[in-house]
């Protein structure tokens, strides 16, 4: 065993990415709280839009009644109008040959303006029952209501029947409608009409409470004493005789236009108004009935003079209330906007995951067997010695467990271990380990502390044989890894070969996710990308190289964190050919803590990022260079970045979906993105030969450890948008990964 003298122990001075991500530490706490920001906006959007949404369609009725012991006489007997003064309710009727115009469930953006336009030509007043989310969606069809001279009233915010409701729940309907329509209009008004009512004898014991609280806060309660029945869609002859009162009686009258197909309606509108003018009837609105029996102020009919009376409900929004109005509906703007981007991008996105998954089953399969074919051949067997180099930088933990099972090497090797100034006597155990082991072909360089890519040129300058072969201080070989990885340099156009890197502490919940990723996620990967020509990585913990081709491209580059991503795109530059060998398996020790596995994948994830910006030239170069520049590259981008950064969708939609949509559908349509995704894996742990059962962990990685993935490369995204830079992240090792023979699969 040959050892190199270490340099002095004095504190080296930091390197250039070690100035930069001091300056830059303190600005990752604003990055995270930024990436939690933006989390907490997108869920609260999609909160909003899914309860403006989220109202009763059509006009299903809810319950036939269930008593009216506790309701006065005078009120199932009375006029359509309830009014609450001193504690007293009192009704008030329709005069005779007068019809008060309601309509529910508006506004709706096709039919209510139609609604409008044929009022306006026959200059007739109406009421509109509005209901708040959809006023808050369609402010400005509101405003062109008020500013014609119609009277407007609440029909709660989400068309629920206040029933069976909370006095909580029955405030917050009746203030969201009122801020929706200070947002909208710039009034507040004083009419209710309760979804699901009709005539006063239908009010109930379950139902009158909820009037009489609201009374008592100034609410005049709306009923009708005529239903056109339009929700039904009888025709339009029906809807105008419906609509008609008997004789000469006057009547509230009942229409709608929205929470359906309205296009009768709209069709038996003009009809009606022409035949009750014919009839000797005049129009007017709720506020108008009221004023008649209290003012006894006459209206003639269709005479739109005196709008501050036709429009006396109405209170003018001031202070806050006007302000959170108008804060309402910018909301529900951004909402309306945004939802429906997120909408397409959800298309896009699921397009996107499904078609990868296609993509690596077809050409996993087809490099799975092109490459088990009897014929198959790199060229001549390798047989010749080669170096394999281990970084090593405070792996006390570890060192031994690799330096074992190096010892068992089927293949001719020298191991140079490069201890990067490491402070827990790493350099010390590795030399009692290879003197334990009777192995002479180990020497130990102590440098100062410099980083994994200076310890790693250290190791390629001093290596003895033209490939040189890295892994991790934390790494445990099979005795045949080595003779399967050289083999394919036996083709002189391969430079370099990445390796199948495999999970050993792989029996914790997050080493079995981290297992499943690893032969999925990566491995499924490599031999797509193999097939390509078009490799994007070669692990850090399984690597083999050509000497001459690492020299050549001025070896492992500083300018990333991620020097194993750089040098393989810098491979590709110097057109150089990369190749996955699966047969040559490492073990290697996956973080195992949450905060551990989020400190590696942001430096990994960020550090693709550099390595492909540090490289964006090869979109132009020709060749092998070009081949990974406009196939390799937006490969990773699309599939490694964007995607991923994306995937959240399916599950805020899925959650969505559960919440406002239907929950057994969503949960379908979950299920079956899952058992795509179960096909995709089963197949890849076929292909490497590994157990099933560590398939049951998938849905709970789906449900957990995949939101931290996408959290991880959100707040990459934004650490790189916003110019950051990041440190060298070592993580605590266990040193629990043992020689291959002890690892169970």
Avoid at 241 to 261: C, I, N, Q, R
Avoid at 543 to 569: K, N, Y
Wanted: net charge positive; proline share 5%.
């Amino acid at each position: 065993m040959t050892t190199t003298t270490p340099s002095r122990g004095r504190r080296r001075a930091p390197t250039r990415i070690e100035r930069a991500a001091g300056k830059a530490a303190a600005l990752q706490k604003p990055r995270v709280i930024l990436a939690l920001l933006l989390l907490l906006g997108l869920t609260s959007v999609m909160l909003l839009d899914g309860y403006l949404r989220a109202e009763v369609g059509g006009d299903q009725r809810v319950r036939d009644g269930a008593g009216s012991s506790e309701v006065p006489d005078k009120i199932i007997n009375g006029g359509p109008i309830i009014s609450f003064r001193g504690g007293r309710a009192t009704t008030t009727s329709v005069p005779s040959k007068t019809i008060a115009l309601t309509f529910d469930d508006g506004p709706n953006p096709t039919y209510t303006p139609q609604v409008l336009k044929i009022l306006e030509k026959y200059d007739v007043p109406a009421t509109f029952f509005l209901v708040g989310s959809m006023v808050s969606r369609y402010p400005g069809i509101v405003k062109d209501m008020v500013d014609q001279g119609n009277e407007v009233g609440i029909h709660t915010f989400t068309h629920v029947d206040l029933s069976y409701q909370s006095d909580a729940r029955i405030r917050r309907e009746m203030t969201q409608t009122q801020l929706a329509l200070a947002g909208a209009a710039g009034i507040t008004t004083t009419l209710f009409r309760a979804p699901y009512s009709s005539e006063t004898d239908a009010i109930d014991d379950y139902s009158w409470p909820v009037y009489e609280k609201l009374g008592e806060e100034g609410y005049t309660s709306v009923f009708v004493d005529t239903d056109s029945d339009d929700w039904k869609k009888p025709g339009v002859s029906k809807i105008v005789k419906w609509a008609t009162p008997s004789g000469t009686s006057g009547a509230s009258v009942l229409m709608h236009d929205a929470g359906g197909d309205r296009e009768q309606t709209i069709k038996a509108l003009p009809e009606y108004i022409e035949k009750m003018r014919a009839k000797g009837y005049t129009f007017t609105t709720i506020s108008g009935v009221i004023e008649a029996q209290n003012a006894a102020a006459q209206f003639p009919g269709g005479n739109r003079n005196g709008t501050d009376r036709l429009q006396a409900a109405h209170r003018e929004a001031t202070g806050a209330t006007l302000y959170e109005g108008k804060a309402l509906v910018a909301a529900v703007a951004v909402a309306e906007y945004t939802v429906p981007t997120l909408s397409v991008g959800l298309v896009i996105v699921g397009v996107a995951v499904i078609g990868r998954f296609g993509m690596m089953l077809i050409l996993a399969r087809r490099h799975h067997r092109l490459r088990n074919k009897r014929r198959f051949s790199w060229g001549p067997t390798v047989t010749r010695p080669v170096t394999v180099i281990v970084p090593a930088y405070n792996e006390k933990e570890c060192i031994a467990n690799t330096l074992e099972s190096l010892a068992r090497s089927t293949h001719p090797i020298e191991v140079i271990v490069v201890d990067d100034g490491s402070s827990d006597g790493t350099s010390e155990i590795a030399r009692e380990a290879a003197r334990s082991l009777g192995m002479t072909n180990v020497r130990v360089i102590r440098q100062e502390n410099a980083g994994k890519p200076a310890a790693l040129n250290n190791g390629v300058r001093s290596a003895s044989h033209d490939i040189v072969v890295m892994m991790d201080g934390d790494t445990v070989f099979e005795p045949d890894t080595v003779r399967q990885l050289v083999q394919p340099f036996a083709d002189p156009e391969v430079g370099a070969v990445a390796g199948n890197a495999k999970v050993g502490n792989r029996d914790t919940v997050i080493g079995a996710w981290q297992h499943i990723e690893y032969v999925m996620g990566f491995n499924l990967d490599r031999r797509m990308y193999d097939l390509l020509r078009c490799m994007p990585t070669i692990p850090g913990a399984i690597g083999a190289f050509r000497r001459e081709a690492v020299l050549q491209v001025g070896g492992m580059s500083e300018d990333t964190l991620a020097e194993d991503t750089d040098i393989t795109i810098a491979m590709h530059r110097a057109g150089r050919r990369v190749v996955y060998q699966e047969h040559a398996r490492a073990w290697t020790e996956a973080p195992g803590s949450l905060k551990q596995l989020w400190s590696q994948r942001y430096r990994w994830s960020y550090g693709t990022m550099q390595a492909l910006w540090k490289h964006r030239g090869s979109l132009t170069d020709k060749g092998p260079s070009g081949r990974f520049g406009r196939v390799g590259m937006p490969l990773v981008v699309i599939f490694q970045i964007v995607t991923p950064v994306f995937a959240p969708l399916i599950d805020v939609f899925t959650a969505y979906s559960m919440i406002f949509v239907g929950f057994r559908a969503a949960l379908c349509a979950w299920l079956a993105v899952l058992g795509i995704q179960l096909v995709c894996a089963a197949y890849a742990f076929r292909l490497d030969k590994e157990k099933y059962r560590y398939l049951l962990m998938m849905p709970l990685q789906q449900l957990a450890y995949r939101q931290m993935m996408y959290l991880v490369l959100i707040h990459s995204c934004i650490t790189a948008l916003t110019g950051g830079r990041l440190r060298w992240q070592k993580l605590k090792r266990t040193g629990e990964v043992g020689t291959p023979a002890g690892v169970g699969r």
